[in-house]
C-alpha cells in the first residue's frame, strides 16, 4: 500500500521544528526530508523550490514566535520606551525564545550570502517585529522604529556574552 502524501501544513510545521532546533546551516533538502519522513522530491513538489521552502519555514517560525510573544506581552501600549525596551529584552532572554534568537542571527548573518537566504525573508520577518513593537509603543510608529533599532543592538551585544552592559543600558534609560 502506498504512503499518503503528506500535508504541507504538517510538513511546514515539521520542518520549521527541525530548523527551530538545528539552524539553518541544517537546512539542507535531504536532511529536511528526512526531519519529516518524505523525499526531497516531495518537498519541492509541495514548495516548488528550496527558496520557497525555506521562505515558508522561516515565516512560519517567525509567525510562531509572533503568537508566543503575544502571549507573553499583550497588546497593550506601555507607559514608556524605556518598559517596552526592558519588557522585551526580558522576554528575548527566556528560554524558549532563545532559540528563535539564535535563528534571527543565523538569517541576518546569511542574507548577504549568495544562495544562503532567499531575497526578501529577512526583511519579511523584520516586519512582523517591527509590526509588533508598533502595537506596545507609546508613541506608535513613529517612535517603534527606532526603538526597535535600540533592541535589535541590545541584542546583539547580549549574544556576545555581555549581559551586565545591557541590563545597565536598560537601567539607564529615560522614564
Partial sequence: MPRPKPDRDALLEGLADHV????????????????VGTSDRMLIYHFGSKDALIAAILERLARRMATGLDAALPAQVLPCEA???AAVIALMRAPEVRPFMGLWFDILSMSRH?????????????DIFRDWITRRHPDGLAGSERTLALIEGLLVIDAAGAS????????????
Avoid: K, T
Wanted: charged share 15%.
Fill in 114 to 126: 549568495a544562495g544562503g537566504i532567499p531575497d526578501g525573508v529577512g526583511l519579511a520577518i523584520f
Fill in 164 to 175: 551586565g552592559m545591557v541590563d545597565r543600558v536598560v537601567a539607564a534609560l529615560p522614564r
Fill in 83 to 85: 518598559d517596552l525596551i
Fill in 20 to 35: 527551530l532546533a538545528h539552524g539553518l546551516a541544517a537546512a539542507s533538502l535531504r536532511p529536511l526530508a528526512a526531519s
